[in-house]
């Protein structure tokens, strides 16, 4: 079930809000337009933010199972942090969010030759070294994912450091919702990405009449 409802903020902003079964999604993210440009950004959200990437209780439990197959592709600070501290900390709201190192970067970031910052865990991943990809907050980013006791809500996260995939999306026109099909997919399902489309052809019906 699909229910469409307006909440206006000063100053006359306008945002919609779509309820999919226990989602509440923005049209933000049929609206706005994305794709990584990480030649750009240099993968900045690995590095940059007030603290580390969300993580629930049992992504913790599998990164520290599955640590002995990340740690070679991780850098040295980082190898030292999970040691000593563990993979995950509670934020000032409690929260569990990963490790960072002293330059504000997650534990878990290396650098590739081009001096993009990647994730240790996703890297091991596509070696075929572990079979789990990363911490699905991390796959969904720039969307959000909040949980409450009765429904998820999903909203767009605007920071300066994607303003380069924001501009790459518009370039190539791809709804933020369709460049984070796998990743919507792997943490909600096919069917709730097939809702997701019809929402959008519903908004694209609303502003072509």
């Not at 990437?53 to 990164?63: M, R």
């Not at 970031?109 to 996703?122: M, Q």
Request: aromatic letters at 10%.
């Amino acid at each position: 079930m699909v229910n469409l409802f307006y909440l206006l903020f000063p100053p006359y902003l306008c945002i919609m809000l779509i309820q999919i079964g226990d989602k509440i999604v923005t049209d933000e993210l049929f609206t706005r337009k994305f794709m990584c440009d990480l030649n750009k950004c240099k993968g900045a959200c690995c590095v940059e933010g007030e603290d580390g990437a969300p993580v629930t209780t049992d992504e913790i439990k599998i990164i520290e199972e599955l640590l002995p197959k990340i740690k070679p592709y991780m850098i040295p600070e980082g190898i030292e942090k999970v040691e000593k501290d563990g993979v995950a900390h509670a934020d000032k709201d409690g929260d569990m969010v990963t490790n960072l190192v002293s330059n504000g970067a997650c534990a878990f970031v290396f650098y590739d030759e081009r001096g993009i910052a990647k994730c240790a865990i996703e890297k091991a991943y596509r070696n075929g070294d572990i079979n789990w990809k990363k911490p699905i907050s991390c796959e969904l980013f720039p969307i959000r994912a909040k949980k409450f006791p009765e429904f998820t809500a999903l909203n767009y996260e605007e920071i300066d450091i994607c303003k380069p995939g924001c501009i790459l999306g518009e370039k190539m026109n791809i709804p933020l919702y369709q460049f984070l099909k796998d990743a919507i997919i792997r943490a909600y399902g096919e069917e709730f990405y097939q809702e997701l489309d019809k929402v959008f052809l519903e908004i694209q019906k609303e502003e072509n009449e």
